[in-house]
């Protein structure tokens, strides 16, 4: 069975400043995806950025970033010139690429950012 | 577009009580989800449709947890009778059929506390 970890509960970040969140997974498949899902207080889960784990390019959406390696089974989000915005609960989550209908979503404890002014 | 509509938001029932929520998906997502966030814990799949039939309900606990999807478009979920530890937050989600590879859309989610 997929397993996601987060080892960073909580952290804090000054505004402008850069941040990076923690993730490991285990997996014994070699196709899948990974996720990084940002919920604020409003509870809605909203994609931040994904990685196809077949692409060694690691990911980019603008002051988001992912560095990826899949080796190791580490998939950390870094946030550039962090915002107050950007203050929410940062969940990671696995995917395994199957044929079938069958895509759930395995996500970690969660880390809780705070993006201080 | 419309994102996914849930409701009620917010919920508080004694414990023993049935409650029920919904969810309406984005139009045209044949694949919806049911997930389970307790707090402090990370969500977790209760539920897949796809239309209106079952893929996935291995970790849904079908002695008090039921769930339907009428004409492959609103679900209902239901719990009967709840427990304390059925306290959370249920939030939905959908995608395109083969398409979940890139991600769901999420609603925003009932928070459901059994006193």
């Known amino acids: 069975a997929q397993t996601v970890t987060q080892s960073q509960p909580e952290m804090s970040v000054q505004e402008a400043e850069t941040v990076t969140l923690s993730c490991t997974y285990d997996?014994?498949?070699?196709?899948?995806?990974l996720f990084w899902y940002k919920q604020p207080p409003s509870r809605q889960m909203i994609l931040v950025i994904r990685?196809?784990?077949?692409?060694?390019q690691n990911a980019t959406e603008n002051r988001f970033s992912v560095n990826f390696q899949k080796a190791a089974k580490s998939f950390s989000l870094k946030i550039s010139d962090s915002q107050l915005g950007d203050t929410a609960m940062y969940f990671c989550?696995?995917?395994?690429?199957?044929?079938?209908?069958?895509?759930?979503?395995?996500f970690g404890t969660g880390t809780l950012l705070a993006v201080q002014p | 577009e419309a994102g996914v509509a849930q409701s009620p938001r917010y919920k508080i029932i004694e414990k023993r009580q049935s409650v029920a929520f919904w969810c309406n998906p984005i139009?045209?997502?044949?694949?919806l989800y049911w997930y389970q966030q307790i707090l402090g814990q990370g969500p977790k799949l209760l539920i897949q449709?796809?239309?209106?039939?079952?893929?996935?309900d291995s970790q849904l606990p079908k002695d008090r947890f039921s769930a339907e999807r009428l004409k492959g478009v609103d679900s209902t979920l239901k719990i009967q009778p709840a427990k304390l530890e059925d306290s959370a937050v249920y939030l939905c989600?959908?995608?395109?059929?083969?398409?979940?590879?890139?991600?769901?859309?999420f609603g925003s989610g009932t928070r459901l506390t059994v006193v």
């Open positions: 989600a959908s995608s395109l059929r083969g398409s979940s590879h890139y991600g769901y859309t």
């Open positions: 997996t014994s498949e070699s196709n899948y995806y």
């Open positions: 990685q196809e784990a077949y692409k060694q």
């Open positions: 989550a696995f995917m395994k690429l199957t044929g079938g209908a069958t895509n759930k979503l395995i």
């Open positions: 139009s045209g997502h044949a694949t």
């Open positions: 449709f796809q239309n209106n039939g079952v893929v996935d």
